[in-house]
């Protein structure tokens, strides 16, 4: 069936280096990913997306790369800074319906100091 | 500046008791989400409405029920609460293809049933 994964629970990285979270998807036919972040004590709030007709895409500190071979995304965040200590999710639509996501179990980021 | 409300931030409730959990949003979004979170396994839909007096089962409806009265409100109710339902929920609303368009999040009701 269709799942959204994840690498590694969490990711601890140093202020100011790059991070990198992973997620791998198995329905090859997915045309839509997207990645939430998630703050301590709030809801879910979007960050970026891409269709699958893209291998990246850009926005502000945050890109977001599809592997399609491998089925595989990642987003990546630049100089990684406190604010970003979150939890991410990536999540696709379910083949079978226009309105439902299957998301991801989600990554921990810790920022060291 | 959108807004998705929820009406408890923090609840706690006795086994069997009737549990509502209410959201607002003032986006005049037509589709609506109710989610349930729990560590270690993402967000899993548990009803959503695609327009007033709409619904939808998700992934895992047993044990709710949902209600929506009005474009801007929508009721997730627990009919006789267990302790296998204390969770973290969180409702959602977004325009068109769901699926396709941003979620915007309320910031969630933790609930706990003893």
């Known amino acids: 069936g269709e799942s959204v994964g994840l690498h590694l629970p969490t990711l601890s990285v140093q202020e100011g280096d790059n991070s990198i979270i992973n997620c791998a998807y198995s329905?090859?036919?997915?045309?839509?990913f997207i990645w939430y972040k998630q703050e301590s004590g709030k809801g879910p709030q979007f960050i970026i997306d891409?269709?699958?007709n893209m291998d990246k895409r850009q926005g502000q500190r945050v890109t977001v790369l599809l592997n399609k071979t491998v089925k595989h995304l990642s987003l990546q965040i630049a100089a990684t800074q406190p604010g970003d200590s979150a939890v991410y999710f990536c999540?696709?639509?379910?083949?079978?319906?226009?309105?439902?996501?299957?998301w991801g179990a989600g990554t921990k980021l810790i920022i060291k100091p | 500046d959108v807004k998705v409300t929820q009406s408890s931030r923090y609840l706690v409730k006795r086994t069997g008791e009737k549990v509502f959990l209410e959201c607002v949003q003032d986006?005049?979004?037509?589709?609506m989400f109710w989610y349930r979170q729990d560590p270690g396994l993402g967000l899993r839909l548990i009803y959503f409405?695609?327009?007033?007096?709409?619904?939808e089962k998700g992934d895992i409806p047993e044990g709710y029920s949902v209600s929506r009265e009005k474009k801007e409100r929508f009721s997730l109710i627990l009919e006789s609460a267990s302790t296998n339902q204390t969770s973290m929920y969180l409702c959602?609303?977004?325009f068109g293809q769901g699926a396709y368009n941003e979620q915007f999040f309320g910031p969630g009701t933790r609930l706990t049933v003893l």
């Open positions: 999540a696709e639509p379910r083949g079978d319906s226009n309105y439902q996501l299957i």
């Open positions: 409405s695609y327009d007033v007096k709409m619904k």
């Open positions: 959602a609303s977004s």
């Open positions: 329905n090859s036919a997915s045309d839509y």
């Open positions: 986006m005049d979004h037509e589709n």
């Open positions: 891409i269709r699958s």
